[in-house]
């Protein structure tokens, strides 16, 4: 199988590398979106596909969840009594 | 205005805050002066207003807060479109080189390290969680 490997076409290497550049650059986007590490993301989104993306998402949906603060619109930590970027006071509702 | 007139109104301004006195020679310099006793009398009333008792208007904090956040956040955004555009051509430049390395025949490293890391990969993501969790999810720049 290892011996196939080098007969792999360039288009596939294309692709590859195109998916990886897309996946990058979505992820770089999001994470500064978010206030995520967003260089550490990017870099980590190269690595990959779909891995990176998987594990991002994973680890930014779902482990570290956050919500948006309703006054400034930034993204703040779950359950927060008060916003970290603004200062307003944030409804259990939100 | 003449070099008399300049020094009079210098010393205009430290008898309106009574660090000097109001002389008989700058009184009689006022009362024929007409361009120093405008001046003057301007001082006078400029005085009289911050001398007034602040307005009784409440200062909404929180208002001025958000309007520093959204300002902030305007900022940021300009700041990040700046990074990514800079992030974009980073890896445009990496994914070159490989694309050139993947045509010098190493495509099969370049896909071995692929398929290897889509399962090694998920291997750190409970490091991730317990350094984020340990770190108090305080991981804005």
Request: with cysteine; aromatic share 10%; proline share 4%.
């Amino acid at each position: 199988m290892i011996e196939e490997l080098s007969e792999i076409p360039v288009t596939l290497g294309i692709l590859i590398i195109t998916l990886l550049l897309i996946q990058a650059t979505w992820m770089f986007y999001d994470a500064s979106k978010r206030g995520e590490p967003k260089w550490i993301w990017g870099f980590f989104g190269m690595i990959n596909v779909p891995s990176s993306l998987i594990i991002y998402l994973v680890t930014t949906r779902v482990i570290m969840k956050k919500q948006t603060c309703p006054h400034c619109e930034k993204y703040i930590e779950m359950k927060s009594t008060f916003c970290s970027q603004c200062g307003s006071k944030i409804n259990e509702k939100n | 205005m003449n070099p008399q007139c300049k020094t009079y109104q210098s010393q205009l301004i430290d008898i309106l805050y009574d660090e000097s006195e109001l002389t008989a020679s700058i009184q009689e310099h006022l009362d024929h002066c007409p361009e120093c006793d405008l001046y003057w009398s301007k001082l006078i009333d400029t005085k009289k207003q911050l001398d007034q008792p602040p307005l009784d208007v409440e200062i909404a904090y929180s208002k001025i807060r958000q309007a520093t956040a959204q300002g902030e956040a305007i900022i940021n955004k300009r700041k990040n479109r700046k990074e990514l555009g800079l992030f974009v051509a980073i890896a445009i430049s990496i994914f070159a080189f490989i694309g050139w390395l993947f045509t010098q025949g190493y495509q099969k490293e370049i896909i071995l390290f692929q398929l290897t890391s889509t399962f090694v990969l998920p291997i750190i993501v409970p490091f991730i969680a317990k350094h984020r969790y340990q770190k108090g999810c305080d991981l804005n720049d």
